[in-house]
């Protein structure tokens, strides 16, 4: 059964800019320690800005999914958006985001992400 579902698109622009001034700083607000690794592999600064968009338009649209946003206790990075061998995006969730998706009874997540040039797209259901 559907317990929620979230969509958000954020400009590829406004997250380089932020990459550009806060580097390190802003990867380290927002990433995970999974996330932190695969961005490591992306040589180019736009896939590392394409990386960054995408993932935070699935973190956003998963804290959708929860119905609080960035609220009661729900952080950015606890929700990982990581990539299979085929480069398939999932999300992995610790901490007190785990907690609180399981106090939902939200076991299964499933995500997908779209992006131009110029915008990220991420699509998540959580059942």
């Given at each position: ?29 927002i990433l995970g320690p999974g996330e932190k690794e695969e961005l490591k592999i992306r040589s180019h600064i736009f896939q590392k800005i394409r990386y960054l968009s995408n993932n935070f338009a699935g973190k956003e ?67």
């Amino acid at each position: 059964m559907i317990k929620g579902i979230g969509i958000d698109s954020v400009d590829q622009q406004r997250i380089s800019r932020i990459f550009l001034r806060y580097g390190q700083r802003f990867q380290d607000r927002i990433l995970g320690p999974g996330e932190k690794e695969e961005l490591k592999i992306r040589s180019h600064i736009f896939q590392k800005i394409r990386y960054l968009s995408n993932n935070f338009a699935g973190k956003e649209a998963f804290s959708k999914v929860l119905g609080l946003g960035f609220s009661e206790g729900v952080s950015l990075k606890e929700i990982e958006i990581l990539r299979n061998h085929n480069g398939k995006p999932y999300i992995h969730l610790s901490g007190n985001t785990y907690k609180i998706a399981s106090s939902l009874n939200i076991k299964n997540i499933k995500v997908s992400i779209t992006d131009t040039n110029n915008l990220s797209t991420a699509f998540v259901i959580g059942e």
